[in-house]
């Protein structure tokens, strides 16, 4: 059972030639790509210390402008031909930091405003994010493929950023918990047919 392209795969191949040029810039100017991903990750910290303080618009570009950022580590790798398992291992660790981060400032937001059912829903979203990433990772470890589902990391910030910046940090936290939910179980479901149709070869 073969995955579909996901909506980030799209994005990459629409981008190409743009995500090529400043990529290759970047790497004139001696910046490596794992400077790039750590450059992405300090960069949310920031947003996320915005959002934790409530100033949600400022927080939002903040992570706009670091998450375009993180974009280019990949294309930079794959332009100096070097890419590595490492460099993708910390790019990945990296990039569930950064979430991690940035629904932390969330959470310290909700908790500061004495807001119990936003606390819980952003932990659930955070969850949520967690997951989908893990098992397309536990997957992928046993051989199955798992790219499938409705909100990948890149949709998520779709709908957390445009959000913040009007102010909606609740309305975002709900729907990223839901959709993200929704999103493991479709992974789950994908990799639990790609086991059977594996025994049924066997058989």
Known sequence: MQSQPTFTDRLRTIFKKILDSIGGFLNG??????????????????GAWFIS???????????????????????????????SDFGGFVDSVSDRYAELITFGGLLYHFLSHDDALGAMVTFAAASGS????????????????????????????????????FNQPFIAVCVIAAL??????????????QGHERMNAKG
């Open 29 to 46: 100017l001696g910046l490596t790509p794992n400077s790039i991903t750590l450059l992405g990750l300090a960069g949310t910290t920031v």
């Open 53 to 83: 303080q409530g100033k949600m618009t400022t927080g939002a570009f903040v992570l706009l402008a670091f998450v375009l950022v993180d974009a280019f580590d990949g294309t930079m790798a794959r332009l100096r031909g070097e890419p």
């Open 130 to 165: 967690v997951l989908v990433s893990y098992v397309k990772a536990r997957a992928e470890g046993l051989g199955f493929t798992a790219k499938v589902g409705l909100l990948t990391r890149v949709e998520r910030y779709i709908v957390l950023i445009p959000l913040l910046v």
């Open 180 to 193: 993200g939910n929704v999103t493991a179980l479709q992974r789950i479901f994908h990799v639990r047919a």
